[in-house]
């Protein structure tokens, strides 16, 4: 993860995404490279050509927020991207960074005490809590019975992308890895000095052609909830909404809990997953003591 030059890199990629009849250009003619030419990019921004090109080399490093707005315009970036684009010109100390190394190793991570007592007091929704990463560091029993990777230890975008049961278990395979690889860009932001990110996206860059072909598209989408459109081999089809909630004094722990809708079939099928994820109580009989 080559994070040298950080704006430049988003610059080219999301520059190559827009058509030129988008922006009101012609669309015909020969293009060598698909979207719009850097000159096109700063004639509509109302810079030259040549401060454009140096932001997309990186020798310029410090442009004004109103110039960026004006390129996330041309760009059509929304409110998330837009913002993103600025975060790449802000400079931070090292040491505020999240993957920093300037001290003694990190501690394991560990969900809280309250946070753990509470998903496992929610025997009808399946819960489970990842950190900035995606690591699962903790599920309740109906979250592991909905997928086994839902379980400590899993780092859950790796499991998307590389276990061939977690896609046939997503019917919506396709634009959950969009948003998982989007949220984990707009995590990223700046800190692309940040070791645990970059074996991430390293190691996934070289598994997965999707992932690689995503994380190229630089597109930027915090986590936020979401339906998942499951198909689960016990108990069949489940539409579920997912809410993702970041805990406080957590160091970017997010908690997620699924709910189906009230009354729905789905809702059924949750019930009756759960109850096959109960634990079984002991039949077994003491003998009785001889009088």
């Not at 190793?105 to 025997?123: N, T």
């Not at 399946?126 to 379980?151: E, V, W």
């Not at 991430?200 to 598994?207: E, F, I, P, T």
């Not at 949750?270 to 003591?289: H, K």
């Amino acid at each position: 993860m080559d994070g040298t030059n950080a704006l430049g890199e988003f610059l080219r990629a999301r520059r190559g995404q827009v058509r030129p009849q988008d922006v009101g250009l012609p669309g015909s003619g020969l293009r060598r490279v698909p979207g719009l030419r850097r000159e096109e990019v700063a004639m509509l921004s109302g810079i030259s050509s040549d401060y454009y090109l140096r932001l997309e080399q990186g020798r310029d490093r410090n442009p004004s927020a109103q110039v960026l707005q004006a390129i996330a315009g041309v760009l059509r970036l929304d409110a998330d991207a837009t913002s993103y684009l600025l975060s790449l010109t802000r400079d931070r100390p090292r040491d505020a960074r999240p993957g920093a190394r300037t001290g003694p190793a990190r501690p394991r991570e560990e969900a809280p005490a309250g946070l753990l007592r509470l998903i496992d007091g929610w025997p009808r929704n399946p819960a489970y809590i990842q950190n900035r990463y995606t690591d699962c560091l903790a599920a309740n029993a109906l979250a592991t019975a909905l997928t086994p990777s839902y379980r400590p230890g899993v780092n859950l975008l790796r499991a998307v992308f590389l276990d061939p049961a977690e896609r046939a278990l997503r019917r919506d395979w396709d634009e959950l890895t969009v948003e998982g690889v989007a949220a984990l860009r707009a995590y990223a932001g700046p800190e692309s000095d940040d070791p645990r990110l970059r074996d991430l996206v390293g190691d996934l860059s070289l598994r997965s052609e999707r992932f690689r072909t995503l994380w190229a598209r630089h597109e930027v989408r915090p986590r936020r909830g979401r339906l998942s459109r499951l198909s689960h081999p016990q108990v069949g089809d489940l539409d579920l909404h997912s809410e993702k909630l970041t805990a406080d004094g957590t160091g970017g722990l997010t908690l997620v809990v699924f709910h189906a809708e009230p009354g729905s079939r789905s809702a059924e099928l949750l019930d009756i997953l759960g109850s096959l994820a109960a634990p079984r109580p002991d039949t077994a009989r003491a003998p009785a003591e001889e009088p």
